[in-house]
């Protein structure tokens, strides 16, 4: 699942870059969390709640979906976290004592560093920029959450389909490794909709599908969905 591991006895400059609140960890609190970088490829599932009841976790560099996990073992990505971000449900439900609710998706091939979860919810209640930085990107993290499910609300599915496809094919990729399922879980639909959805773009020309692969053929088509 890794691309690889690499200890780290102090924050460097990669580190710093991203999260800069880190400067406020001493050198031996930072030994204590056991600090260790991890590397994960585009679509791979790196957090959720195993490791979730032993580290926190900062993203340094890549995106990745946050997914809630319902009791009955449904997904629905809830939003969308950036390099120099902390996971908003991560940190509520370390501070509430509570399980972690979610999963982490690499959508991009992706860093992140991982800590001691003991040493991260006291890093927390220890450093005055730390707590703002993670609590400001929490409450950025929450605004776009409300926008998201405003635009659920009010965007017709087609819509919210071309953009979750124009999306993922930003850098250039024109296929797309992707179950009918996930875009579902992203869109906040069911899969038998997106399938129909799917299945009138491919009619249309504009993207060929296969079994856990769209490719997107008239980028321009799409774009058009988000203007009708």
Same mark, same amino acid.
């Given at each position: 699942?890794?691309?690889?591991?690499?200890?780290?006895?102090?924050?460097?400059?990669?580190?710093?870059?991203?999260?800069?609140?880190?400067?406020?960890?001493?050198?031996?609190?930072?030994?204590?969390?056991?600090?260790?970088?991890?590397?994960?490829?585009?679509?791979?599932?790196?957090?959720? !709640?195993?490791?979730?009841?032993?580290?926190?976790?900062?993203?340094?560099?890549?995106?990745?979906?946050?997914?809630?996990?319902?009791?009955?073992?449904?997904?629905?990505?809830?939003?969308?976290?950036?390099?120099?971000?902390?996971?908003?449900?991560?940190?509520?439900?370390?501070?509430?004592? !509570?399980?972690?609710?979610?999963?982490?998706?690499?959508?991009?091939?992706?860093?992140?560093?991982?800590?001691?979860?003991?040493?991260?919810?006291?890093?927390?209640?220890?450093?005055?920029?730390?707590?703002?930085?993670?609590?400001?990107?929490?409450?950025?993290?929450?605004? !776009?959450?409300?926008?998201?499910?405003?635009?659920?609300?009010?965007?017709?599915?087609?819509?919210?389909?071309? !953009?979750?496809?124009?999306?993922?094919?930003?850098?250039?990729?024109?296929?797309?490794?992707?179950?009918?399922?996930?875009?579902?879980?992203?869109?906040?639909?069911?899969?038998?909709?997106?399938?129909?959805?799917?299945?009138?773009?491919?009619?249309?020309?504009?993207?060929?599908?296969?079994?856990?692969?769209?490719?997107?053929?008239?980028?321009?088509?799409?774009?058009?969905?988000?203007?009708?």
């Amino acid at each position: 699942m890794m691309r690889g591991d690499s200890a780290t006895t102090l924050p460097d400059a990669r580190l710093l870059d991203a999260f800069p609140c880190l400067r406020a960890v001493g050198s031996e609190e930072w030994s204590e969390a056991r600090p260790t970088v991890r590397a994960f490829p585009a679509g791979t599932r790196f957090f959720q !709640r195993e490791d979730a009841a032993s580290y926190g976790m900062f993203l340094l560099s890549g995106t990745a979906r946050i997914s809630r996990i319902a009791a009955d073992g449904s997904e629905s990505v809830m939003a969308k976290l950036s390099a120099g971000e902390v996971c908003a449900l991560l940190v509520l439900s370390g501070l509430s004592g !509570r399980d972690y609710p979610g999963a982490l998706t690499a959508e991009t091939d992706t860093e992140a560093l991982f800590v001691a979860k003991r040493s991260f919810l006291r890093w927390l209640h220890a450093y005055d920029d730390l707590r703002s930085s993670v609590f400001g990107g929490l409450l950025d993290g929450m605004l !776009r959450m409300s926008e998201q499910s405003e635009s659920r609300r009010t965007e017709p599915l087609e819509a919210r389909l071309a !953009r979750a496809l124009l999306h993922r094919a930003a850098e250039g990729q024109s296929l797309l490794n992707v179950t009918h399922q996930e875009l579902a879980a992203e869109i906040g639909s069911a899969r038998e909709v997106v399938s129909r959805a799917l299945r009138r773009f491919r009619n249309c020309g504009w993207v060929e599908t296969g079994r856990g692969w769209v490719r997107v053929l008239r980028r321009q088509a799409l774009e058009t969905q988000l203007r009708d």
